[in-house]
């Protein structure tokens, strides 16, 4: 199994600064499996970023992925009152498809 | 546009058996080109991939789960379905169903809104 863990676990920061996230996996992974998904409290997993390092459909390029093999990094410039959520990593290459434990980021 | 629905009881007994299923819309389960799974998340917790199905059944489980679950699929009414047995509370969770490419792409790109079930007598 594919264990991802994510750093910080909480990352507080102000609007307009920025987030670095850090996500390790255990084994090596293909980065057109590897992705970034927010979520905020009450909501569902919102696709940010796939393939490691592009951004979904309507993602704004303040959001950046970058990585590959074991160490992914999703970095969030400028920050908007509307990023502050918990960010998770995820990959689907090896089985079982595994979620690193989340990343909040908050005021 | 592809969505997803998620429907079944919201109130489960313990060491009975959770069932759902998974309505697709806009778009057709049988395609080779996707997986279709289940996650879920548990109060407060990160999200916990349970299994997937791909056409003509093919199913791959969680292993932590393996042993509980069962994922299928009923193309006529375009809908995949999620059995978990023996539950216990530990299995009170929001539950998705999601769809990921198997073929052009490998990513979740679609998720139902989540359906909470609550494992209590």
């Known amino acids: 199994e594919v264990v991802l863990t994510q750093s910080p676990g909480t990352l507080s920061l102000s609007p307009g600064e920025t987030a670095t996230l850090f996500c390790k996996a255990t084994?090596?992974?293909?980065?057109?499996?590897f992705a970034w998904f927010q979520q905020k409290p009450g909501h569902t997993p919102r696709l940010l970023i796939h393939?490691?390092?592009n951004r979904a459909t309507g993602i704004p390029d303040r959001f950046r992925g970058s990585g590959s093999g074991t160490d992914f990094t999703l970095t969030i410039s400028s920050l908007e009152p509307e990023d502050f959520a918990v960010y998770y990593c995820h990959q689907c290459a090896g089985s079982p498809w595994t979620f690193g434990q989340g990343t909040k980021v908050e005021v | 546009q592809v969505q997803l629905q998620e429907s079944g009881p919201g109130l489960v007994k313990p060491s009975q058996t959770l069932s759902l299923s998974c309505l697709v819309s806009g778009g057709s389960i049988s395609s080779g080109h996707y997986y279709w799974s289940w996650i879920r998340q548990s109060p407060g917790k990160g999200l916990e991939w349970i299994g997937r199905?791909?056409?003509?059944?093919?199913?791959e489980y969680n292993p932590s789960l393996e042993s509980r679950v069962a994922i299928s699929m009923d193309p006529a009414k375009n809908q995949f379905s999620l059995q978990l047995t023996s539950v216990t509370a530990a299995d009170t969770a929001v539950y998705y169903c999601?769809?990921?490419?198997?073929?052009?792409?490998?990513?979740?790109?679609?998720w139902g809104k989540g359906t909470t079930v609550t494992v209590s007598s």
């Open positions: 199905i791909y056409i003509r059944g093919s199913t």
């Open positions: 393939g490691a390092s």
């Open positions: 999601a769809r990921a490419g198997a073929y052009l792409f490998y990513y979740i790109d679609v």
């Open positions: 084994h090596n992974i293909s980065s057109s499996q």
